[in-house]
């Protein structure tokens, strides 16, 4: 069973484009995020809610919009892609929000081309 | 700010090599730590922590100890495998916020 899972796991789109990633987890936690792999393998959180409630939002661009219907589901949409957005994004979920002692799940990754 | 950084890699060693990986972080108060492990093509999977000063964590043959003295999470291996090629991360979080803050990834490549 897989514990967290994001669709499409690849994306090429043209700039301009508006798409969106999925993401669910079947772990019963109560904490989502998301982070942005760029291509020297860096990452950062983006988002994090929980129990369908924003936490962090790291100074994300607004053409960034995360929705939680439910506190398995998080997705990403985002508007007017840019070349810039080219990256590996990753959703996670973690028990709660005690950061030092839970740990953080994480799901395949998407990776999104942007032309 | 508090941050974390991680030797340069990438990392090549030969199969049952000794691997060090150094990890030192900046931080106020007392974070837990951390070190993940992205294999190629999946996401980032928890490989060992400590949440205090002098405590180790270890899996699958890997450590690493929270030294607060020198602000330091080295990972070791006594023996690596080829099955241990990949991309390691290390980490801290605190308490009061769920964020990670991740260094900058470790390249580790083992040769047959």
């Known amino acids: 069973d897989t514990a967290v899972s994001q669709t499409p796991k690849y994306l090429v789109t043209q700039m301009g484009n508006d798409k969106s990633i999925k993401c669910e987890q079947n772990?019963?936690?109560?904490?989502m995020y998301w982070y942005k792999q760029d291509s020297k393998k860096f990452l950062k959180i983006m988002f994090s809610?929980?129990?369908?409630?924003?936490?962090i939002n790291e100074t994300v661009p607004n053409r960034f919009s995360p929705k939680s219907p439910d506190k398995a589901h998080l997705n990403l949409h985002i508007n007017s892609l840019e070349l810039g957005d080219s990256a590996v994004y990753f959703c996670?979920?973690?028990?709660?929000?005690?950061?030092?002692?839970?740990?953080?799940?994480f799901g395949p990754g998407t990776r999104l081309t942007v032309l | 700010g508090n941050s974390v950084t991680q030797m340069e890699g990438p990392v090549t060693l030969s199969e049952e090599a000794f691997l060090t990986i150094n990890c030192t972080y900046t931080?106020?108060?007392?974070?837990?730590l951390f070190w993940y492990v992205q294999y190629p093509g999946e996401g980032l999977q928890l490989l060992l922590k400590?949440?205090?000063?002098?405590d180790k964590g270890s899996n699958k043959g890997f450590e690493a100890t929270y030294r607060k003295e020198t602000t330091s999470f080295h990972l070791e291996k006594g023996s690596v495998q080829v099955s241990d090629s990949a991309v390691y991360f290390c980490?801290?979080?605190?308490?009061?916020?769920?964020?990670?803050?991740f260094g900058s990834g470790t390249r580790l490549s083992i040769r047959p």
């Open positions: 996670a979920s973690s028990q709660s929000l005690a950061g030092r002692t839970d740990t953080q799940y």
């Open positions: 772990l019963g936690h109560d904490t």
């Open positions: 980490a801290l979080a605190y308490s009061s916020a769920s964020k990670i803050i």
């Open positions: 931080a106020t108060g007392y974070p837990s």
């Open positions: 809610y929980n129990n369908k409630e924003l936490i």
């Open positions: 400590a949440t205090k000063a002098d």
